[in-house]
C-alpha cells in the first residue's frame, strides 16, 4: 500500500491557544510533501513531526488570512539555512507574491533556491497541479475573502503484474511496460494471452479534499463527490450557528451535512474556534449526521482511504 | 519589592528546534510589559507562559533578522482579535516599517488600535524610550547588519516614608508628596523636621542589558558597566570559535568576558546554536570566566536584581 497520509500541523483557528497553533498541514504522498497552508508556526511543527523538510517542494494557501500564512516567512528562511536548492512553488492567489515577495527579499536574500508563485484563480475549479502521481485541483469556497480548498487525487496506477503467470508465459523484460499498460501478450507458438490473465488492477487511485476556511456551500459537493477522506472546517458548534454565519464559517454539523451529502467515505474536522476547550461537543454533533467523522488534532497523521 | 523580571520565551538562534523558539524576551516593569525581538511563535510562548496581551505596549527589535522579528505579524493580528484599542509602539530601525507595514495594511486592514513605528538608530547609544518607570537605552551592537541592544533602566524611585514619623509629626496628606521630593518639615511650633527622619532611600534602581546578536565587542562594556542583569548572546562554543567570529556572533566564553570587564552582577546565556543538544558545555564555559552566569531556558523567569 502506498502512504497517502495528512499531516496534522495545526488545526486551530484565527487565535493560536496553548493547545492548537494557526492552520496548516502536510499532504505526504509517496514520501513526497505538498504543504496545505502554512501558520505561524508551521516549521515548528513540521520539526516536531519528524517530517523531512528536503521532501517538500510545493505549498499550497487557501486564501490570504494571516492564520494561514504567517509561517511562510519562517519556513522559507529555515530551508534555505538548510540547503535547499532547486526550486519551492506556492500555489496561491496573484495578492500573495505582491505581499511575500518584498519580505523574502528583504530577510532572505542571496537563497540558495528559487521561490515560484503559482498564481491560482479561487473561483474556478481547475486543474493547478500534477506530478507523476498526483493531480491539485482548486476547489471554490465561500468566505469573507477569495478561498478556494484543494482536490488531491492521485494519478491512476499501472495494474499489477501476476509475476507466476508472466513467468509461466516466460513474458520478455522489455515487454513488461506494454502489459501494465493494458497489451495481451503473443506467444512464440502465436498464442494469445489476454491482459486480464497476466495483471490485476491497481488500487483506484484515492482522493482528498480540504476545504477550508468556508461557510456551507452545497457547490462544492459534485467536486468532493465520493472522495475518500474531506478536511472540512468546523470553527462552531451549532449553538454558535449565528456567529458562524457572520464570520462566514461552518459549524460541525453543517461540515458533517456536507460530507453526507457528498457521499464521501471519512471527514475530518478542523479550524476549531479558540473558544472551545473541548472539541468532543463538534464531534457528537457532526457524527450525528455523518458518523464517519473524526476531529484533527497537533500532530497526528490520517491514513488516506483503507478504513 | 516591585517587580523587575525576565520571561524567555524563545532562546534559540536562526533555527528553531523542537525544544527551542527563536529569540523573543518580555521584560515586566510592575506588570507592564515590553517585548524584545519577537521571533516566529512569540505570541504562542506569551500565551504558553500566561502573560496578558492587554499589559503590551512596547515592542523594540534588536535588528531586522527573521528569527528575530517574523513574530510580529501573528502578534499583531491576534492583539487586534483580543479588541486592543490605544497605541503598540514598535522601536527599531526604519527599515521595519517599510517592511513590516504593508504586510500589517493588507492583513490587519481595519486595525482597532495604531501601530506607531519609533525609528532607531542602531549605531548610537542614546534614550530610545521613557516612561514613569523606565529609560530605555540603545546599545550600538557589531553584528552582520545593523544591530542594538537595549538596556532597561528603572527610573528612581520616590523615597519611602516612615509613618510613624509622618503620624508623630502630624504631617497633612497634602504635604506628603513634597516630602517624598525631599523637602523638610517645619511643624506649627516652627519646629524643623529634617527630610532624613520622615523617610528612607528607595531601593537602587536596578538595570537590565539585552546584547544580542552581536560579536565581542568590547564597546558596550562602558554602557553596561555594574548592571544587575546582562543577557548577551552565546550562540556557540570556544571550540567553535571560528564559526562565531565568521557569523559574527559571540562565544560563551567571550560572553563571560564581556561580562566580567564590565563588572555585572549576572550574566544571562542565549541564542544557543541549534547544533548544541545540551547547553551545559557553554554554561561550563562561561562559568570559567564569569562563575555567576546563568542560562535561558523556554517558558522561564528570571528576576533583574536580588541577588
Redesign the interface.
Known amino acids: 500500500m502506498e502512504k497517502f497520509e495528512i499531516n496534522i500541523l495545526g488545526c486551530g483557528s484565527?487565535?493560536?491557544?496553548?493547545k492548537r497553533?494557526?492552520c496548516s498541514q502536510v499532504v505526504n504522498l509517496r514520501d513526497k510533501l505538498y504543504m496545505v497552508d502554512c501558520g505561524?508556526?508551521a516549521?515548528?511543527q513540521f520539526?516536531?513531526m519528524g517530517l523531512n523538510f528536503s521532501r517538500l517542494n510545493h505549498i499550497f494557501l487557501s486564501h490570504?488570512?494571516?492564520?494561514h500564512c504567517?509561517?511562510i516567512?519562517?519556513l522559507l528562511?529555515?530551508l534555505n539555512?538548510?540547503g535547499k536548492s532547486g526550486e519551492l512553488v506556492i500555489h496561491a492567489q496573484p495578492?500573495a507574491e505582491k505581499?511575500f515577495r518584498?519580505?523574502l527579499d528583504?530577510?532572505?536574500s542571496g537563497m540558495l533556491y528559487n521561490v515560484k508563485f503559482n498564481s491560482i484563480d479561487p473561483l474556478k475549479n481547475e486543474l493547478i497541479f500534477e506530478d507523476k502521481t498526483l493531480k491539485v485541483y482548486s476547489i471554490p469556497l465561500k468566505h469573507k475573502i477569495p478561498t478556494c480548498g484543494f482536490l488531491f487525487e492521485e494519478s491512476a496506477k499501472q495494474p499489477h503484474i501476476i509475476r507466476d503467470m508472466v513467468d509461466f508465459y516466460q513474458v520478455p523484460v522489455k515487454q513488461m511496460n506494454e502489459i501494465k499498460n493494458g497489451a495481451d501478450f503473443i506467444t512464440e507458438t502465436g498464442e494469445i494471452v489476454p491482459n486480464y490473465k497476466l495483471t490485476f488492477p491497481a488500487e483506484t487511485p484515492k482522493k482528498y479534499a480540504y476545504c477550508s476556511d468556508t461557510m456551507y456551500y452545497e457547490k462544492i459537493i459534485p467536486i468532493i463527490e465520493g472522495i475518500d477522506l474531506l478536511y472540512h472546517e468546523a470553527t462552531f458548534c451549532e449553538c454558535d450557528a449565528m456567529r458562524a454565519r457572520q464570520t462566514k464559517h461552518s459549524t460541525a454539523r453543517q461540515a458533517a451535512t456536507i460530507a453526507q451529502k457528498a457521499g464521501v467515505k471519512k471527514l475530518l474536522l478542523g479550524h476549531f474556534s479558540a473558544r472551545y476547550p473541548s472539541t468532543e461537543k463538534l464531534l457528537l454533533e457532526a457524527k450525528e449526521i455523518f458518523p464517519n467523522t473524526i476531529l484533527s488534532d497537533e500532530k497526528t497523521v490520517i491514513p488516506v482511504g483503507n478504513d
Chains 1, 2 share one sequence.
Open positions: 484565527a487565535l493560536p491557544t496553548t497553533f494557526n505561524e508556526g516549521q515548528i520539526r516536531n490570504l488570512h494571516g492564520d504567517f509561517g516567512f519562517g528562511s529555515t539555512l538548510l495578492d505581499i518584498p519580505v528583504y530577510f532572505c
